[in-house]
């Protein structure tokens, strides 16, 4: 058995069949910038590590805010002016970027916070005080939603052509 990793191609013996899988990321350009980020509309798991990621970061930001005493985070700030409390503040806000930044990458399945965020952190906050990382999978949501029609469509289509020409499978009748 041969695999074509260029080609997400798995050949098997002639006796049996061969598959092809397509797996390419599409690059989606960030904003007006001249970087971009990879979505791989194929993958149909996508949808339910996004809600599990969103749900992991909510819950642990949650627990930051109540271990900290703060409402939010954006009121992470040194108790007193001292270095030892501005260090610990730092380290705190590292500690829930690099959260942030691990789910990310979990639900995207690869370093997505590196095409993203780069070096600034992802709890910054927008103009509209929004966090960085809200703001991006508010803006992703609409693309996936978008691409996952077309392809629930294109699927349809091609069982209805199916379906037509050779009538229902007789799996599917009662």
Same mark, same amino acid.
Not at 46 to 56: A, I, N, V
Not at 59 to 76: C, S
Not at 96 to 108: H, P
């Given at each position: 058995?041969?695999?074509?990793?260029?080609?997400?191609?798995?050949?098997?013996? %002639?006796?049996?069949?061969a598959?092809?899988?397509?797996?390419?990321?599409?690059?989606?350009?960030?904003g007006? +910038?001249?970087? #971009?980020?990879?979505?791989d509309?194929?993958?149909?798991?996508?949808?339910?590590?996004?809600?599990? *990621?969103?749900?992991?970061? +909510?819950?642990?930001?949650?627990?930051?805010?109540?271990?900290? @005493?703060?409402?939010?985070?954006?009121?992470?700030?040194?108790?007193?002016?001292t270095?030892?409390?501005?260090?610990?503040?730092?380290?705190?806000?590292?500690?829930?970027? +690099?959260?942030?930044?691990?789910?990310?990458?979990?639900?995207? @399945?690869? %370093?997505? +916070?590196r095409?993203?965020? *780069? %070096?600034?952190?992802?709890?910054?906050?927008?103009?509209? @005080? &929004?966090?960085?990382f809200?703001?991006?999978?508010?803006s992703?949501?609409p693309?996936?939603?978008? &691409? #996952?029609?077309?392809?629930?469509?294109?699927?349809?289509?091609?069982?209805?052509?199916?379906?037509?020409?050779?009538?229902?499978?007789?799996?599917l009748?009662?």
């Amino acid at each position: 058995m041969d695999v074509n990793v260029e080609r997400n191609t798995l050949n098997l013996p %002639d006796d049996e069949f061969a598959v092809d899988f397509e797996t390419e990321r599409t690059p989606v350009r960030l904003g007006k +910038s001249d970087r #971009y980020f990879y979505m791989d509309f194929n993958d149909t798991n996508f949808p339910s590590r996004l809600k599990q *990621g969103r749900e992991d970061i +909510s819950k642990y930001l949650e627990e930051k805010r109540k271990e900290l @005493g703060i409402e939010d985070i954006n009121q992470l700030q040194a108790k007193e002016h001292t270095i030892e409390e501005i260090e610990k503040t730092i380290n705190i806000s590292n500690e829930i970027d +690099s959260f942030i930044k691990n789910r990310m990458n979990y639900i995207f @399945g690869y %370093d997505v +916070s590196r095409d993203v965020f *780069g %070096d600034t952190s992802s709890v910054s906050v927008t103009r509209k @005080g &929004e966090y960085y990382f809200d703001n991006f999978l508010n803006s992703v949501l609409p693309l996936v939603e978008r &691409e #996952y029609q077309v392809r629930i469509q294109a699927t349809n289509e091609r069982i209805k052509k199916y379906v037509d020409k050779k009538g229902m499978h007789p799996a599917l009748k009662k």
